[in-house]
């Protein structure tokens, strides 16, 4: 009795191919069994594989090709022709064996295939087909991408704080997240975090990534360095301007990155990392304070490098504390904050409508140049002026529509940022007591090196020139103590915001 002829099974399932109706794996097993069955052959082996047949190199097509190349079988049952190939060379091997008659017959539920000229002159259609279908769609998966990056669309997933939305396939704001990925910029960029605290702080606040998890020192780098968040976007290296609402302003972001730059030098190792070597300069001779370690404690003393000086050493926990009264001293009273930011609020309101009655007008003239444009082109059509009286008052008319957009743009960019820096430094300056508070000598410190200046020590006192606007709030704060009854009211009544705003540089 003549034994049945040997075949090899081949089932493939690509995860990044778009053909969905293709059977999944188990379907085509089930499928290509019960053919065998009828077709009356034997499975001397079954290859399963889950890798896109795009391009040569699937390990299990390789070695049942070596297989049959060593007669180990006579021919390949799969689902269709492109579950073997979708590349050129792929499809010419299997033709070659067909050729060769290494493989002597290939059976397919979906597909009728016989070993004659007729037979693989259609399985090289069929394979023909396979790769004109892949290519067709990448082809189409670029085009859409193309289309996206032109209209502003970031063509992926949508990063933290964002969403895809796929009804209207564009990339909105994730409104629970959106304001955590705002806190973690404005932390960073005060200077007063490290990246890690930053992680920190925003994980409690229950920040995590798309799959639920607390966000890595990495997801935050990458955060932080991320344009897309204030509306520009990078893709395979060239930048876009995006049509997406921004999380963050161009300004905070650049705070951001300024504060990675700086702490991105590398640093010598052959000093000790004291916190407060190199921000102090000695208050007698001008010379720079030191720090040096003795019996297990830190002193700080002046170096006397422009000669002798009469400044002794100075235990630096005494300076942590002074630091601590001296942040406090330049930053805002719980009380005050609030009432600054209501009055703000209202200037801010006032601004606004001047702005919106501005921009109404700005509005008004540019329509009036769009009916001047219109009947200027009527004018030419009709021969009523010349190709060159058109000309030059066309170009009239167009420079002056570009100067009012130019106008109308920077009336709402002022609106938005005329209070900004105000609004900025009071939420700096009330962070400044719980600065104190917590009494973390290098967050005193870079506060103090932030707003103030000239950073002295004479006779065991820390010295600091505050600048504009804790200046103002400094000399504010001696005023107020000393101040009567009566006098303490006029600061409460908000006179003086008028007075620090024109005070901020």
């Known amino acids: 009795m003549e034994s049945s002829p040997k075949f090899f099974l081949y089932a493939r399932k690509s995860t990044d191919e778009a053909d969905r109706q293709v059977l999944s794996i188990e379907a085509q097993l089930f499928e290509l069994r019960e053919m065998a069955k009828r077709e009356g052959v034997e499975i001397v082996r079954e290859f399963i594989e889950s890798r896109t047949a795009k391009t040569p190199g699937r390990p299990w097509f390789n070695e049942m090709m ?27 091997k299997v033709i070659y064996l067909v050729d060769t008659g290494v493989i002597k017959d290939l059976k397919f539920p979906t597909f009728r295939f016989d070993p004659s000229a007729q037979g693989k002159f259609m399985l090289s259609i069929a ?13 189409n998966v670029k085009r859409g991408q193309r289309t996206k990056l032109r209209n502003g669309i970031l063509p992926s997933r949508a990063p933290l704080g964002y969403r895809n939305d796929k009804v209207r396939h564009c990339i909105v704001v994730d409104e629970e997240k959106a304001p955590l990925v705002r806190k973690a910029f404005e932390l960073y960029a005060s200077g007063f975090y490290t990246l890690d605290e930053v992680r920190k702080r925003v994980n409690e606040l229950g920040l995590t990534t798309t799959g639920g998890k607390p966000l890595a020192i990495s997801n935050c780098h990458f955060l932080l360095n991320n344009p897309f968040y204030y509306g520009v976007f990078r ?7 995006g049509i997406h609402q921004p999380i963050v302003s161009k300004r905070l972001f650049d705070e951001a990155q300024a504060v990675i730059e700086r702490r991105s030098k590398p640093r010598p190792d052959r000093l000790k990392p004291y916190p407060f070597r190199g921000y102090f300069l000695c208050g007698e001779c001008g010379c720079f304070v030191t720090t040096e370690t003795q019996k297990g404690h830190n002193y700080m003393r002046c170096t006397k490098k422009k000669g002798p000086c009469s400044q ?3 235990r ?17 009273p719980f009380d005050w904050p609030d009432k600054m930011l209501a009055e703000l609020s209202a200037e801010q309101g006032k601004a606004e409508e001047s702005q919106r009655q501005g921009a109404n007008r700005i509005r008004l003239e540019l329509e009036e140049n769009a009916r001047q444009l219109d009947g200027l082109l009527d004018m030419r059509l009709n021969r009523a002026i010349s190709q060159a009286e058109y000309d030059q008052k066309k170009e009239r008319l167009l420079n002056q529509k570009v100067e009012l957009r130019e106008k109308l743009t920077a009336l709402q960019r002022k609106a938005t940022e005329a209070l900004e820096p105000v609004i900025c430094f009071i939420n700096e300056a009330k962070h400044g007591v719980f600065l104190a508070q917590e009494k973390n000598p290098i967050k005193c410190r870079d506060f103090l090196k932030k707003h103030g200046s000239n950073l002295t020590l004479r006779d065991k006192r820390v010295r600091v020139e505050f600048k504009n606007p804790c200046k103002y709030v400094s000399e504010s704060r ?13 600061f409460q009544e908000g006179g003086w915001l008028a007075d620090m705003d024109s005070n901020h540089d």
């Open 235 to 241: 893709y395979n290296g060239q930048a876009y301007e």
């Open 127 to 139: 394979f023909s087909q396979s790769k004109y279908y892949v290519d067709n769609l990448s082809e």
């Open 312 to 314: 002794r050493y100075v």
């Open 478 to 490: 001696l005023a107020y103590a000393e101040a009567s009854a009566s006098e303490r009211e006029i």
């Open 316 to 332: 630096e926990e005494l300076i942590a504390d002074q630091l601590a009264g001296l942040v406090l001293e330049g930053s805002l």
């Open 66 to 92: 070596e297989e049959l190349e060593a007669g180990k079988a006579q021919g390949i049952i799969a689902w269709h022709p492109d579950r073997l190939a979708r590349n050129s060379m792929d499809g010419g």
